[in-house]
């Protein structure tokens, strides 16, 4: 496959249309400002202008905000995620990859940056509101943004970034109640602790938060947690069998430090529009990680977190151990594997709308062409407000291409086999929708 240079981070915008009360306080506006190069004041307020410009302009013949702005060398999209405040991202294009990067994937990335800032430091309006301090709202922001937009990857995974899922690891049912027992017996011992999560390797295996939350801590864990800690350890974190004592990935090495657990903002049992608070501490041991959400409103002293440490480097280890007995030595390098012995000429993704789980092989090696992940994409977005569907197409250089959605699942097909006959792929589909609706199941937790 020929290799084509993949799009770039131009810049990340976040501003305020009502900050600049008269002329000459143009540069109040911008809240938040990265640029690949550097610029100068008067640049920054030209670009927010630029987009500020083309926003009211739409307006004018449309009641929809404006989402997007194509031209031969960029992309940028518009996002609003609160009255007055505006996410803009803008991408390079380079010559040869202008079909590459989808409006779709970028406005996704902006609502996932904005969703674990949330998460952190709560939505933009209380947050300055509370402050009262535009500088010190100012540098909350780049304390976020400025490290996040470092893991912003235009172009690299496409419909993964779109369906923004979790990948859940299947287990039967008494080690599914073996991790429930655990958990269960945690909570009745440490009562400041409100929820919990459960991840095998990268794979989760239960959550007590709700759907959205779920998704947003899941993707922190992954993307940025769980790398960051291999990054400073220097060491294998996930599959690292080795490790047996355990640790707290986001508290201190020893307990004479002040515990550095970070707060959350959960739309978890929200009541009366107020976000529910806690702490998060992440505890991993081996290959099982648990995440404790401890009241907020709790003091909770070194003897806790002591104590708290030592249960679970008592309990984690022999669950460690019953789940990898049954994951097994051939644990899924992707999360379908064990469901389908289909060849490299076939790949898929099935998704589960309704608790976002997901299973594929788009990404497997040898890699696929941007381009048929860019469509794949595109035709997810085109079915998401339909009921049942069913599409196939065939691409200009012979690959084949289906969708399937039933209710809530959607399964995508990518045929790479050369001269099959249309006949041929709708049985290969059916054949491989079989094996995988059998074989694979989706747990509500």
Known sequence: MEKVPLPWLQNFIIFNTTLCKKEGQEREKILFYYSKDE???????????????????????????????????????YFEPEPDFWMVLTVGIPEKGCRFVSNLTMRSLLITSYNLFTLFYGPFTPLMSKLNDLPAFRAKLKRFFGPY?????????????????????PIDPNSYLCCQRLLSSLQDRFSPVLYTMLLYKDKLIYSALNKHDTRVLYHYLINILFPAHLETSGMEFISKSLQTTGRYLNGPD????????????????KRDGQLTQVFLLVYNN??????????????????????LHAFLSTNVPSLDNIISKQVGPKSLSTVSSHVSSVSDNIRHLLYNHDNLAYVTTLHSPPLVSPVFLRTITDIAALIKERGDADIVIKTGSDIWISARKSKSRVLFTLILQKNMHYINVVEEVKRLSLDLFNKTYFCEY
């Open 149 to 169: 937009r470092t893991t912003v990857k235009v172009g690299e995974s496409e419909i993964l970034d779109y369906v923004s899922g979790v990948q859940y690891l």
């Open 39 to 77: 610029a100068s004041d008067d640049a920054m307020i030209r670009q927010v202008g630029l987009c500020e410009g083309m926003i009211n302009f739409t307006n004018r013949f449309s009641n929809k905000r404006c989402e997007a702005l194509e031209t031969k060398h960029s992309r940028q999209v």
């Open 286 to 307: 081996m290959d099982t990680t648990v995440c404790l959400m401890i009241d907020a409103t709790n003091s909770c002293t070194k003897t806790f977190y002591k104590t």
């Open 254 to 269: 020893n307990f004479e430090e002040n515990i550095k657990a970070s707060r959350l903002h959960l739309t978890t049992d």
